[in-house]
């Protein structure tokens, strides 16, 4: 079946310019998730989505970086203002429920001139 | 302590050598565990669940030590497709009993 996608999975763009990132998760996971991964480094978590609950932001680096999910399924990520250390790969990721196994998107390379 | 460490390595061993890698966590309540596998410039992906003392599957053998908060990764007979970064995971059981912490992994060589 199909899995997690993402897209665009290549982004350039200028400093200060504002980037949408979307992440389409596997049909009917209730749990998404965005991480952010820096060239040589491990996965850093950004926000988690569970279902209709409140998402968890505690990740998220500054207010520049914001999430939604609509309507329980697609999801985009917006970096407002983007700097040259926001350049990283974004991964999106789902799971049946929390905790579970998680599938990840191939990812969006972001860099930021 | 971190929530989850793992020894960054690399581990650079010959083809048909056995390698172990350890990680250790800090939440005593998690319950279960995942170790992740990631290619270079790929996204993870699923190797072993690990809900009780430990999962074999094939040359790959993972292990729960609840008593001093440690999982284990065995790989026997190494290939040269092992080669790539393995991530430890556990449950946070914290305030969030929803959120999965990832290592930052552990780096695989495998040469001829």
């Known amino acids: 079946g199909a899995g997690v996608s993402q897209s665009p999975s290549n982004k350039v763009t200028e400093k200060g310019k504002d980037v949408e990132l979307r992440c389409d998760p596997i049909?009917?996971?209730?749990?998404l998730y965005w991480y952010r991964q820096s060239l040589g480094q491990g996965l850093e978590f950004l926000i988690y989505?569970?279902?209709?609950?409140?998402?968890?932001k505690s990740g998220l680096p500054s207010d520049r970086f914001s999430a939604e999910r609509t309507g329980g399924s697609v999801s985009t990520l917006t970096i407002q203002r983007t700097q040259q250390e926001d350049s990283a790969v974004y991964l999106c990721?789902?799971?049946?429920?929390?905790?579970?196994?998680?599938?990840f998107g191939p990812g969006t390379r972001l860099t930021v001139l | 302590r971190k929530e989850v460490e793992q020894d960054p390595g690399p581990f650079n061993v010959p083809e048909g050598a056995t390698v172990a890698f350890n990680c250790t966590y800090s939440?005593?309540?998690?319950?279960?565990f995942f170790w992740y596998r990631q290619d270079c410039r790929k996204e993870p992906k699923l190797l072993m669940s690990?809900?009780?003392s430990g999962n074999e599957d094939g040359r790959f053998t993972a292990q729960l030590n609840r008593a001093s908060q440690y999982i284990s990764l065995l790989i026997r007979d190494s290939k040269l497709s092992d080669s790539a970064t393995y991530l430890c995971?556990?449950?946070?059981?914290?305030?969030?009993?929803?959120?999965?912490?990832f290592g930052t992994g552990t780096r695989l060589q495998v040469f001829p």
């Open positions: 990721a789902s799971s049946s429920w929390p905790a579970d196994t998680q599938y």
């Open positions: 049909s009917g996971h209730t749990a």
């Open positions: 989505f569970q279902g209709n609950s409140a998402p968890d």
């Open positions: 939440n005593s309540a998690s319950q279960s």
């Open positions: 690990v809900y009780s």
């Open positions: 995971v556990s449950p946070w059981g914290g305030d969030n009993t929803d959120k999965l912490i």
